[in-house]
């Protein structure tokens, strides 16, 4: 059974910097990709970083790049996303999910084929 838990959202101004991390089953590296995803208001859920299936480098959409950056900590069984220079459109719930291995649909394409979700953290970007 894959379980993912999520940390470390909060208010922070704009400008600011977090570190979310996901907590994941022990083993699931071995079968998954996981991949982060955020969803705001009346808005679709986005893929913010994860493992590009095609040449195993992190994807991160151009609204992102340069600003988050995702780690993997095999030891302690957790994925972080470090997120700077956070600006009000960086508002949402984040969620980690894991992706199975034989599946070439990373978050590039979308979110149908991450099978297993954490709870979400809320993120919120104050001026």
């Known amino acids: 059974q894959v379980q993912l838990v999520e940390s470390g959202g909060g208010l922070v101004q704009v400008g600011g910097s977090l570190r979310l991390s996901c907590k994941f089953s022990p083993g699931t590296l071995s079968s998954f990709f996981i ?4 969803q705001a208001p009346g808005k679709g859920r986005e893929g913010v970083a994860c493992i590009d299936t095609g040449d195993a ?64 953290t809320q993120v919120t970007v104050s001026t």
Do not use: I
Request: proline share 4%; net charge negative.
């Open 57 to 120: 480098s992190t994807y991160y959409p151009e609204s992102v790049k340069d600003r988050f950056t995702y780690s993997e900590d095999d030891a302690e069984n957790t994925v972080y996303l470090d997120m700077n220079d956070l600006k009000p459109e960086d508002t949402a719930v984040y969620y980690c999910a894991a992706l199975p291995w034989d599946s070439y649909d990373d978050c590039r394409f979308g979110d149908a084929h991450y099978e297993h979700w954490g709870q979400g």
């Open 35 to 38: 991949g982060w995803f955020r």
